[in-house]
């Protein structure tokens, strides 16, 4: 990923990139002279030196020769049409962010560039101007990091077509050796005849031929674009039926050969990766808004990627029809592709297009993930990639988990994919339905137990260990989906967040019914014993959620206008019971709570440092605004605290056994988090400072909270009556009043608590020092830090109260 910034796009110099363009013509302009020049002096090699040994290899040498000076041209011309590209574009952005720099001081703002933040003036604020300043202020701002992120996807586009084309260390600039290419393509078509038995002279020799050139285009493109996409998938099921997987650990034996599982994993790898460098876009854009592609010269043709579809939604037989063991009947292409998913750096666009077609082909078909499961050969593993040890690594019958793996490195291509397809409903949001992000996040079964080999022995290992399986699939769509929302900011990645949290709450399971059962016919669980989010994918949309904390805040303040296009906007009602959701998780809800304090802590130090209004001190105005940051903070906690304590009510007794002795080590990972995401929040919050000041606060409430966070030992859970894990009350009471304290403006302070004449870092406190700040709360400070702290508990209270009214609560203490 590129780490272009705001202030590198400020002083980008074009002349540079243009200098070096002109180097790279002269370059590819030699290069073809010198190979018009080969051709004349070669050509009449044949007439000259017409037999014998050493004719035919001089021959050979010279049409190597020809090939590799020949194929100089092409990748040196991309680079220099890449390089003068990138000059031009960046010069464009640059010019973009320079105009938007000085709108923004002309008027009087004060524009950060290494910060990327924009201050607006204290008179701006005055006279009723805080909602339009704001505005303001966050459209500039927007727009600013909107052209940052611009640069650095033109930054990742250049360094893809130079990466894609730089020399490679086998064979410099020029293709494998036409005698590579040759002898590859005789040995694949030998293989790919199931009625054929290779020796395991033949299986090394393409191993070594295609990790030596896979990732060459002219191997590649020649290669694959022989083989056709309904061979690609033929080979790849034939070497998935060279060694047969019995469950238990594999050993070599008569019936079992690690080499050649390790052949077959590094061929299936090795295809993988030669698909990828065959698709990857090195093409050129044409017309008068770039609407027309024309696809480089080693990159396969967009025929060939809709046959790979076709070819995808057929089925196909593998293996030897003599040997029934390794002969599988009707198993669909899709399935021969996802093994090879899994390794290469897939294009966006071909990932999103294909994998798209995955999704769509299973939804249309409407039997969920059992489609995959149809035929299942006894002891056939058709994905070796993963390993084979493990009886829990996926069989590669579902090609969801090689698809996953693609997307969950690729935020581009499944933000492309889930946002490809929309749907209209009378009661879905203006923007329409994402059928595709709704499949999968709510509707289809990941069962994780569905994806081995058939056979008796599978059978008897499923009914014995199936419950221990995890489903690494699901985790890596969580993966995709923490990518495609937070990697780059943007319209779609919004409407994704948006899709998220509506789409688990319009489902079903939302309304109490079982996956895919009709909610009229009566409720079924409560919020307790039910899943919005599927508990392998919290930890993700925990993080997403903190990505875009400054919005959920939002969201939360009643009467909040918002500008579409710039903000994610969803209904607070859903928003609450997502977070609940989330809460039931423990990590999830560490993760949200870190960023929730790092909001409210940099909202509080806006407020205190004068960022709303510069000349006010710490009086009723100052308080109330600090209401409204303890109001969202509260109505977000209180949330996520009310689904902790709803899970912890239903296993309290299992989790109090072992939740003391694992305290500390999770507030060491606490420590962690602190750095990851409040570094990432504050990034959102334009105040200079707050970042270094959001660490502090986090950091030494957690200190403060932890003995707190632990149970009694009499089986009541630490989240039981608001008391949850030190975010409850106390925790925002303590954020508030470590924002006033640090703010430096509170008088009548005890004596102890300066040093030097500077306010006494909080972790440095002595038991004097908190005693005289407990009375000082409750005397010179009562009207401000202790009316502060009551107003941030009480609000948390009523957010929690809230969340329990939204889901519901039964007599008996667990929700309807």
Same mark, same amino acid.
């Given at each position: 990923m590129s780490e272009m910034t705001l202030q590198l796009l400020l002083g980008f110099d074009a002349a540079v990139w243009h200098e070096a363009a002109d180097r790279w013509q002269r370059l590819a302009r030699g290069v073809d002279a010198a190979t018009d020049q080969l051709i004349q002096g070669t050509r009449d090699l044949a007439f000259a030196w017409p037999s014998g040994a050493g004719s035919a290899a001089a021959a050979q040498e010279a049409a190597t020769v020809r090939t590799e000076v020949s194929n100089t041209y092409g990748p040196a011309k991309r680079i220099q049409e890449a390089i003068d590209q990138h000059a031009y574009a960046m010069s464009s952005l640059r010019r973009q962010a320079e105009s938007i720099v000085e709108a923004a001081r002309q008027a009087g703002w004060t524009v950060d560039t290494a910060a990327v933040t924009i201050t607006a003036?204290?008179?701006?604020?005055?006279?009723?101007?805080?909602?339009?300043?704001? #505005?303001?202020?966050?459209?500039?701002?927007?727009?600013? #990091?909107?052209?940052v992120e611009y640069a650095r996807a033109?930054?990742?586009?250049?360094?893809?077509?130079?990466?894609?084309?730089?020399?490679?260390? $086998?064979?410099?600039?020029?293709?494998?050796?036409?005698?590579?290419?040759?002898?590859?393509?005789?040995?694949?078509?030998?293989?790919?005849?199931p009625a054929y038995q290779p020796t395991a002279?033949?299986?090394?020799?393409l191993r070594d031929l295609i990790q030596a050139y896979g990732r060459d285009q002219v191997?590649?493109?020649?290669?694959?674009?022989?083989?056709?996409?309904?061979?690609?998938?033929?080979?790849?099921?034939?070497?998935?039926?060279? $060694?047969?997987d019995q469950p238990g650990k594999d050993a070599d034996s008569l019936l079992f050969s690690n080499d050649t599982a390790d052949v077959v994993r590094d061929l299936q790898n090795g295809l993988g990766v030669m698909l990828a460098t065959a698709t990857t876009e090195t093409g050129t854009t044409t017309g008068l808004r770039g609407e027309t592609y024309v696809p480089g010269q080693y990159e396969l043709s967009s025929q060939w990627v809709t046959d790979l579809m076709t070819a995808g939604r057929?089925?196909?037989?593998?293996?030897?029809?003599s040997s029934p063991m390794r002969y599988v009947e009707d198993v669909y292409g899709y399935q021969l592709l996802g093994p090879l998913l899994h390794s290469g750096g897939y294009d966006a666009g071909f990932l999103s297009t294909v994998g798209g077609d995955i999704v769509d082909f299973e939804m249309e078909q409407g039997r969920g993930s059992d489609l995959w499961g149809e035929t299942r050969a006894d002891n056939v593993r058709l994905d070796w990639t993963q390993g084979h040890d493990d009886n829990r690594t996926p069989a590669g019958y579902d090609p969801m988990n090689g698809l996953m793996d693609a997307l969950s490195r690729n935020g581009e291509a499944g933000r492309d994919l889930l946002t490809g397809h929309t749907e209209y409903t009378a009661d879905g949001p203006d923007g329409g339905r994402l059928p595709r992000l709704d499949y999968l996040l709510t509707d289809r079964n990941w069962d994780p137990a569905a994806d081995t080999p058939g056979g008796p022995g599978w059978t008897a290992e499923l009914l014995e260990n199936g419950g221990d399986y995890k489903n690494g699939a699901l985790e890596k769509f969580g993966l995709a989906l923490e990518h495609a929302t937070t990697d780059t900011a943007g319209p779609d990645a919004r409407r994704l967040v948006e899709s998220i949290v509506f789409e688990t709450n319009v489902d079903e399971q939302a309304l109490g019914a079982a996956n895919g059962a009709n909610p009229r016919d009566g409720k079924t669980v409560g919020f307790a014993d039910s899943d919005l989010v599927h508990p392998e994918i919290r930890g993700s949309m925990a993080n997403i959620v903190s990505s875009y904390i400054s919005d959920v805040n939002q969201n939360m303040v009643d009467g909040t206008r918002f500008d579409t296009d710039a903000a994610v906007e969803v209904d607070r009602t859903h928003l609450v019971r997502f977070l609940a959701d989330l809460g039931k998780d423990h990590d999830a809800r560490q993760t949200i709570a870190m960023a929730e304090a790092a909001y409210a802590t940099g909202s509080y130090h806006?407020?205190?440092?004068?960022?709303?209004?510069?000349?006010?001190?710490?009086?009723?105005k100052t308080l109330r605004s600090m209401g409204v940051v303890s109001h969202t903070y509260g109505s977000v906690m209180g949330a996520v605290d009310f689904g902790a304590g709803e899970q912890l009510h239903t296993d309290s007794e299992a989790r109090d056994a072992a939740h003391n002795s694992v305290i500390e080590e999770r507030y060491k990972a606490a420590g962690f988090l602190a750095d990851q995401v409040v570094g990432k929040v504050t990034?959102?919050?334009?105040?200079?400072?707050?970042?270094?000041?959001?660490?502090?606060?986090?950091?030494?409430?957690?200190?403060?909270?932890?003995?707190?966070?632990?149970?009694?030992?009499?089986?009541?859970?630490?989240?039981?009556?608001?008391?949850?894990?030190?975010?409850?009350?106390?925790?925002?009471?303590?954020?508030?009043?470590m924002a006033l304290y640090e703010s430096g403006k509170l008088e009548g302070l005890p004596t102890h608590l300066h040093q030097d004449g500077q306010l006494k870092p909080v972790e440095e406190w002595t038991e004097l020092d908190q005693r005289d700040w407990q009375d000082y709360k409750g005397g010179n400070g009562r009207d401000t830090v202790g009316h502060a702290a009551s107003q941030a508990g009480e609000s948390y209270q009523n957010g929690y109260e809230w969340a329990r009214n939204i889901l519901g609560q039964s007599e008996g203490g667990e929700s309807k």
């Open positions: 003036p204290a008179s701006a604020y005055m006279g009723g101007n805080l909602d339009r300043t704001g #505005r303001e202020t966050g459209a500039l701002l927007n727009d600013l #990091r909107t052209v033109q930054d990742d586009a250049t360094a893809g077509v130079i990466n894609a084309n730089v020399p490679s260390a $086998q064979v410099g600039f020029g293709a494998g050796p036409p005698g590579a290419i040759a002898r590859a393509q005789e040995l694949i078509n030998k293989i790919k005849d002279a033949e299986l090394d020799e191997f590649a493109f020649d290669l694959l674009n022989a083989l056709g996409p309904k061979g690609l998938l033929e080979l790849s099921g034939t070497l998935a039926t060279y $060694q047969l057929s089925r196909i037989d593998i293996g030897d029809p806006d407020i205190l440092s004068g960022g709303q209004d510069p000349g006010a001190g710490i009086d009723d990034e959102r919050i334009p105040v200079p400072g707050v970042g270094d000041l959001a660490n502090e606060f986090v950091g030494g409430v957690l200190d403060e909270i932890q003995e707190s966070a632990k149970t009694d030992g009499r089986g009541r859970s630490a989240y039981d009556l608001g008391d949850l894990l030190g975010s409850g009350g106390d925790g925002s009471a303590k954020l508030a009043e």
